[in-house]
């Protein structure tokens, strides 16, 4: 082979992303447009046709620069090689030998035997990165929009791996490379789960299933959801309570408490100016923050999953796993390493309740059987996922509902968050972030 023929596949690749990256689904920056991309780093990971070649490009926009990776080939249209089972299968055999190519480095976690020549394929359903499945054994996460350093989902798996949590897909191997001088996570190797349901699948099916049904409650649907909320509940403080052993926990001051309320102020400030909707409930908002301060006992802090909800937990036959320990995608490295108080997983996971009783309902006509219906749902498993939680929490953390003011405050900072991400993406589900917010604030109890 010609060896200029992949810098001549790099160059080709390169003109045709400005067009082509807005159009992927993890790509984070689709409402700004693309004025520049360059290279970072480039491997070949196979030299013999079809070749393969890893690509890490920095992508700049008005507000931002930001590192993407790319694997592409010639062998196929778009030079998308994650779509070509025998070149993802290269990555496979590179992590199971331990191998180093220009400055990209595979490895398998200590004392881990793979088995190699397996075929992968991608799962379609992701956004924010690539899954690659072999067989029925092993899943490769590649993180798209790559975070300076080592990625969390890495970091806190090996944490709870170590402490043996019963509540995760093993950790099998990665592979890093060094960007702007630091050893930065490109992709992560687990153990696949071919038995498993996500949790945002059961609770829907959940909700579908009340909804069929005209006249009976919750309690009384076959497909009843509260039983599994209660187990997961109890699954969240047990991984919590792993990270606490693993990793530490910490006493939140003043100060901390300060600095978080600020924060979320901040956080709808900046919402509130881009999305009028938002507007008529900003005094109770503000309101509601500045109650988070009114905490009578000191608040514990630790390294927490910090984007659950339905998608980001699978049930197995064995029980609940928790996945996806990188964080909110869009947020600095940094804070997402940052020590946090468990409620905010907690406060996410309520978040998430609502969104699976309402996603129904979105774009259809206004009906007040079915949005009651919704909001009992809501309702039933928001307080059973508390229950379960209440019951395998440490001591650190306790019963979330005996933090009330806190709780809710976390909940409604959420909830602004969707509010500003519903408005750039999805804007016809705004409603559901918006009554949420109008539901818990017009309310004036704290919320469960």
Not at 251 to 270: K, Q
Not at 389 to 400: K, L
Request: charge should be negative.
């Amino acid at each position: 082979m010609d060896v200029t023929q992949p810098h001549d596949l790099v160059d080709e690749v390169l003109a045709e992303l400005p067009e082509w990256l807005p159009a992927q689904r993890w790509f984070g920056g689709k409402d700004r447009p693309v004025t520049s991309i360059r290279p970072l780093r480039t491997a070949v990971l196979r030299a013999e046709d079809p070749v393969l070649v890893h690509l890490v490009v920095e992508v700049e926009q008005p507000d931002r620069r930001e590192p993407y990776q790319l694997l592409v080939t010639d062998h196929a249209d778009n030079h998308e090689a994650t779509h070509v089972p025998e070149l993802t299968g290269v990555l496979l055999d590179l992590i199971a030998e331990g191998a180093e190519v220009e400055g990209l480095r595979f490895a398998h976690e200590p004392g881990v035997e793979l088995q190699t020549g397996l075929r992968g394929r991608p799962i379609t359903s992701e956004q924010s990165n690539t899954s690659i499945v072999f067989g029925n054994q092993y899943i490769l996460k590649l993180f798209r929009k790559l975070t300076y350093g080592e990625n969390p989902d890495l970091a806190l798996h090996r944490a709870l791996r170590q402490v043996g949590c019963e509540h995760i897909a093993q950790p099998l191997g990665s592979i890093t490379g060094r960007l702007d001088g630091r050893t930065t996570t490109v992709g992560m190797l687990q153990q696949f789960m071919p038995d498993a349901v996500d949790g945002w699948a059961m609770a829907t099916t959940s909700v579908r299933d009340l909804m069929a049904e005209a006249d009976l409650h919750a309690d009384e649907v076959g497909g009843d959801f509260a039983g599994e909320a209660q187990r997961l509940g109890q699954a969240v403080a047990t991984v919590h309570a792993d990270l606490e052993r693993a990793l530490g926990t910490q006493s939140a001051d003043a100060e901390n408490i300060d600095r978080t309320v600020r924060a979320m102020v901040a956080r709808l400030d900046s919402v509130v100016a881009s999305v009028p909707e938002l507007r008529p409930y900003v005094p109770a908002l503000r309101e509601a923050f500045e109650q988070a301060r009114e905490t009578p006992d000191a608040v514990a802090v630790q390294h927490i999953h910090g984007d659950l909800h339905l998608g980001q937990v699978l049930r197995t036959v064995q029980g609940w796993l928790l996945i996806d320990f990188e964080g909110e995608p869009g947020s600095p490295i940094a804070e997402r390493m940052e020590l946090r108080s468990p409620l905010r997983d907690v406060a996410g996971m309520l978040r998430s309740f609502d969104y699976a009783a309402h996603q129904l309902l979105v774009g259809q006509p206004e009906d007040h059987q079915l949005t009651v219906r919704a909001l009992e749902w809501a309702r039933r498993n928001r307080a059973a996922f508390a229950e379960g939680y209440a019951e395998a929490a440490s001591d650190s953390v306790g019963d979330p509902r005996k933090r009330g003011y806190l709780l809710r405050a976390f909940e409604l900072d959420k909830a602004v968050y969707e509010v500003a991400y519903e408005h750039a993406n999805r804007p016809e589900w705004l409603t559901v972030p918006l009554s949420s917010i109008a539901r818990i604030t017009g309310e004036g109890a704290v919320q469960s």
